[in-house]
């Protein structure tokens, strides 16, 4: 199986958020889930994607983080049609389908690969704020908090400040327990402080043991939601939010909403590293 260490959300290397991208043998179908799984954690990054192709536009994608199967990814999502357009497999110009267990998602692949998200929806679970806020070391929430699902469920903390935001240190055991408790991916924090990009963010996501990552699709669809029902947002424009900044790893994570409530998202990737399992 020939594997990729891709840069997703980043034309620099060593920048934005690194996911492995598995490409399966042609003809053939997914290995064992098992093996898929020690395969992720083996390559230890917050999400290694399975690609397997269907025919010339369609493929299947399944995604792990170290310790589970997710229903989708972005950043990985981002970093394999990314890769299968530097290495020839999909010409640029393409529109492909990708199957996910979170449903039919379309790509559109060219010097930057955009990806439909799933219909956003508002979670209705119950957030204790005040507890949350506890958790995450921060004083309150400057607006409502909300779970949010363009694919997967996260929390949106919004913060008054880019201070605030940096100041963020979640008591991770904590975090984890409330994650499992309102079955979410993690918390997407966010300060949406006028300074040419919509928000910066951080996202933390331990119950699936990611202390912190520095650039997360899904989560910034759900906060071009959740941003749109509040007039902060509005259908046809084009958005960005800038993430990982705290660790190192500055990523700009693109958005477009569409006239009929469509999300995608995106931005660029570059392959770091390739080679072959010996599996």
């Known amino acids: 199986m020939q594997y990729y ?13 690194p996911a492995g991208v598995v490409l399966l043998p042609e003809g053939g179908g997914f290995p064992d889930e098992g093996l898929m799984q020690q395969v992720a954690a083996e390559l230890r990054y917050s999400e290694t994607a399975f690609v397997r192709r269907d025919s010339e536009q369609e493929f299947t994608v399944r995604y792990f983080t170290p310790r589970y199967e997710v229903d989708l990814c972005g950043h990985a999502t981002i970093a394999t049609f990314g890769t299968l357009r530097q290495e020839g497999i999909v010409p640029a110009g393409t529109t492909c389908m990708n199957h996910t267990l979170a449903g039919d998602l379309e790509v559109r692949v060219d010097e930057r690969v955009m990806m439909q998200m799933a219909t956003p929806r508002v979670v209705k679970r119950s957030v204790d704020e005040g507890r949350l806020c506890r958790i995450m070391g ?30 963020l240190n979640p008591d991770m055991d904590a975090l984890t327990a409330l994650s499992r408790e309102l079955e979410v991916v993690g918390v997407h924090a966010f300060a949406a402080v ?19 990552e520095s650039a997360t699709g899904t989560a910034n669809a759900a906060l071009t939601h959740y941003m749109q029902r509040r007039g902060m947002t509005v259908p046809g424009g ?22 009929d409530g469509q999300i995608y998202v995106g931005g660029q990737c570059r392959i770091v590293a390739r080679g072959h399992l010996l599996i």
């Open 5 to 17: 260490i891709v840069d997703a959300f980043t034309s620099q290397p060593f920048g934005g958020n």
């Open 138 to 167: 921060c004083k309150a929430a400057a607006m409502l908090v909300e779970i949010i699902s363009t694919g997967l469920p996260d929390i949106i903390l919004p913060v008054g400040s880019l201070a605030e935001l940096d100041g």
């Open 194 to 212: 006028g300074d040419g990009y919509t928000a910066h963010t951080r996202n933390f996501a331990p119950l699936y043991g990611v202390d912190e």
């Open 238 to 259: 084009d958005y960005s939010f800038l993430q990982g900044e705290k660790m190192g790893r500055p990523s700009v994570v693109e958005t477009s909403l569409t006239a």
